[in-house]
């Protein structure tokens, strides 16, 4: 049983090294990571608008429509100032209110909230059996999926033009 002393030295040598190595690679990863500029929310591939994540412009790619009050999710219904909304159709148009944003996805409505203190966006709310967009939280790089209403909010850096070939 002890002569296999010093090969057990060597193997938690071995598994300590490599556990010291991957956490500092982690670490650095993490730190040399570099924040979004501007969140791009899509459906079905389809880029409906883009956020800018330090000033919140807002550049949209479809209809848009101005909501007089905080819209509400309740079922499978959107309302706005008590009004049942029907507007929006499957990846056609979006809702603006303030720093929120709805669109409608395959099940449902889908309330997306950017944050302009930490200039973060997130999923507040959807029509999804389990609502796993939502719990994903608020995100400035890592994408938010949620499969279910093929909607997927992806980051990017800003483009800027240097110039024009023409």
């Not at 909501?67 to 990846?91: C, H, N, Q, S, Y």
């Amino acid at each position: 049983m002890f002569k296999n002393r010093p090969q057990l030295k060597r193997d938690l040598l071995l598994i300590g090294s490599l556990i010291i190595i991957v956490v500092g690679v982690l670490i650095f990863s993490f730190a040399t990571r570099k924040k979004a500029e501007v969140a791009i929310v899509k459906y079905e591939n389809k880029t409906l608008f883009e956020v800018d994540l330090n000033s919140g412009k807002l550049k949209v790619n479809t209809d848009l429509y101005k909501a007089p009050e905080m819209p509400e999710i309740v079922g499978e219904d959107l309302f706005i100032a008590g009004e049942k909304e029907t507007r929006l159709e499957f990846g056609k148009g979006v809702i603006n209110y303030n720093n929120f944003y709805v669109i409608k996805g395959r099940l449902g409505y889908v309330l997306i909230e950017y944050n302009p203190e930490k200039k973060m966006i997130r999923v507040k709310q959807e029509t999804s059996p389990y609502n796993i967009c939502s719990n994903q939280g608020y995100s400035n790089n890592a994408p938010i999926i949620c499969l279910p209403n093929y909607v997927f909010i992806n980051f990017s850096k800003a483009v800027e033009v240097d110039g024009i070939l023409g």
